[in-house]
């Protein structure tokens, strides 16, 4: 799992300064976090995030961004609540989804929208 800066986002995710449209610029299917040190559900979600970083290791690739260190980011994905979990797949639009998921809504989303099985 990495922590993501504005730089690193536009690098590994998607350059929205240069692109209107979205273009992922990742090598596998990601999930990002959008998250705060202080909330609560975050602090529930980062285990789970921690053990689906191992399980699918090579397979989903899995990002954080502080929203209170990255506010422009959160402001270009419209951020209002945390945690926000974007989930990305290779060729499709991402989808956000708000809230601390369960692990086992996690698993469904990579197994059924990222990993298309």
Known sequence: MENLTKETFKQKVFDYEKNKEWKFAGERPAIVDFYADWCGPCKAVAPVLAELAV????????YK???DQEQELAQVFGIRSIPSILFIPMSDKPQMAM???????????????????
Not at 55 to 62: A, C, L, P, R, W
Not at 99 to 117: H, M, Q, R, S, Y
């Open 55 to 62: 399980q699918y290791d090579g397979k989903v690739d899995i």
């Open 65 to 67: 961004v502080n929203t």
């Open 99 to 117: 809230g601390a998921l369960p692990k086992a809504a996690f698993v469904n989303t990579i197994e059924d929208l990222l990993l298309k099985k």
